[in-house]
């Protein structure tokens, strides 16, 4: 490889000079070949860094073809550049990804266990392990690892001999480095040591805060969603925010919220049980001034809601010789009705109605439901003229 990987000794170099060696049109866009480069190309379960090259943007940085191919949309003006990496966002994923580092390495310690996969998305990093964990267990690992921040350990990424590595331990996915020429060490002393081509930070204390949001089993072992640094602030700016507005809500005291939040949702069931008892009453209520009779009933009801309408209609049916039909609505916003019947053949009506009301609506021959957009007036015509 003609680039000299800044990224792979200094992580936290996030400007430099370089000189374009080449520069390549391709189909997005120009890709630019330096001397010397501090971005860091997509790889490892990291994404490519941004930032600019002689003042012209740096849209992604791929390696192909064994170079470091660095895209723009124009080119910058001579070969001597001045280039500038996007430092906040490199800075972020240096915390996430020394964290994985560090979480990792403590559940090797403790478990054993593998990092057998990492992505670092835009909105949290994930990674894999080979075993399972117990929720007391996923907190021992997270303090552990947030003890190589309280300690600043140092970080030191080097190239081991072939013969040095041999004696070394180290963490690393085999399947991998079997494969590749020589192995990078990233070292954070007295912690962890692991395989890994990725640029990092010089000091554990930078990572400044670890944590794991969310955790489920996955195949065979565990998946982990964490948060670290400024991402792991900010995530816990917008979760005390809602619980600051729960609380208020609730009228309780934040770490009070969920017994609040139980109390509300006990209130809420007794309500909804009333409201089923008084619901029933008034369908039994209305049943009972309507008489038996030959005729069918057509009942127009302001605001009754799904439930009640079909238990209306089903045992009115007993009611009546015709059709039971219950419509619940306005003339303006149109109605829901359910229609039910002891021997008319309802399913033909669905169909009529749909022709001759429009709306939708289906069921079976002993009962259907849906909805029209026509007028109370309209409905009663067409259904005396049907039945009456
Ligand atoms: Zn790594």
Redesign the pocket.
Known sequence: MRTEKIYEKDGMCMSFHANILETVETKQGYALILDRTAFFPEG?GQTADTGVIGGVRVLDVQIRDGEILHYTETLPEGTAVACALDAEARFRKMQN?LG??LLCGAIHRAHGYENVG?HLGADYMTFDVSGPMTPEEIYAAEVEANRAIAADAPVRCYVPTKEALQTLDYRAKSEKLEAAEEIRI?EVEGFDR?A?C?PHLDRAGKVGLIKIVDAMHYKGGMRFWALCGFDALRDYDTRLREIRALSALFSAKPHEVVSAANVKMDEISQLKASIGNMRREIVRLKLALIPPQKESVILFEEDMDALSMRELATAGAEKTEGVFAVFSGSDETGYRFTVTAKSAPLRALAAEIRKALGGKCGGSDLMITGQVSCTEREARTFLAAKFN
Do not use: K, R
């Open positions: 490892g990804h994985e580092h990492f990233v692991c890994c990725a």
